[in-house]
């Protein structure tokens, strides 16, 4: 099912495309916005695969929200629905994946949902991406995608993501092998870290350490210079 915000200053507009989402079977949770700031508060609280956007909205407009959530690591999928034509090739190049006219077609917007359901699908993990783990007597898998880093505990790792973490029975060493090619580096006796969720490493008074989500994790002297060669390898250079 995808879950989507709809975003329009018109509270008329933002009724019609809700209701004839609601009609498609592929939809799950439809959240209602009538400025920006609200698409980018309910963006916050909610998990959400699409925003079906207005460009023209007071403060903040549809183009502003798709400039900011083009920063974000996994944004949703954008959709322009507006009366506007003018603005249809800044909103490619913004990654939107349609444009939709005003007054809105049912089929036209269930075509959307169509492309929209292709790239939730593309996007979604595979098995082989995916970490099953115990928990209060239950087993459960999470997305590798979501482990910010992993800490040794003796025999023991624990797994941490945004908002859980998880025990393990793996040593360091072990996963250090088995995750070196899924973007996972050994900075630590103690630590292992996912490359995508390093903000920045800081080298002070000869001692190093790598951020993540305001978190600083210490990088040994033996582990140094590989942390630099892996980050290095990230770094955009001019073609």
Request: charged share 25%; net charge negative.
């Amino acid at each position: 099912m995808i879950n989507v915000i709809v975003a329009d200053d018109e509270i008329p507009a933002v009724e019609e495309i809700s209701y004839l989402l609601a009609q498609d079977s592929r939809i799950g949770e439809i959240h209602r916005a009538t400025s920006g700031a609200a698409a980018l508060k309910a963006l916050e609280e909610f998990q959400v695969d699409a925003m079906f956007l207005d460009i023209h909205m007071p403060a903040l407009s549809g183009l502003d929200i798709a400039r900011v959530i083009s920063r974000f690591s996994n944004p949703p999928v954008i959709v322009f629905v507006t009366a506007d034509e003018a603005q249809a090739l800044e909103a490619f190049e913004l990654a939107a994946v349609d444009y939709i006219l005003k007054p809105v077609r049912r089929e036209r917007l269930y075509e959307s949902v169509r492309r929209i359901s292709e790239i939730v699908a593309d996007s979604a993990p595979t098995k082989s991406d995916m970490v099953t783990v115990d928990q209060g007597g239950m087993t459960k898998m999470i997305p590798r995608s979501e482990i910010r880093f992993v800490q040794a505990q003796g025999d023991y790792v624990q797994l941490h993501t945004k908002d859980a973490k998880y025990l393990v029975r793996v040593t360091l060493n072990d996963l250090e092998e088995q995750w070196a090619s899924r973007g996972f580096l050994r900075i630590h006796r103690s630590f292992l870290v996912s490359i995508d969720h390093v903000d920045h490493i800081r080298i002070r008074d000869g001692k190093a350490t790598v951020a993540i989500n305001g978190a600083e994790f210490p990088v040994s002297r033996r582990s140094l210079p590989s942390v630099r060669e892996r980050l290095e390898a990230t770094r955009v250079r001019p073609s």
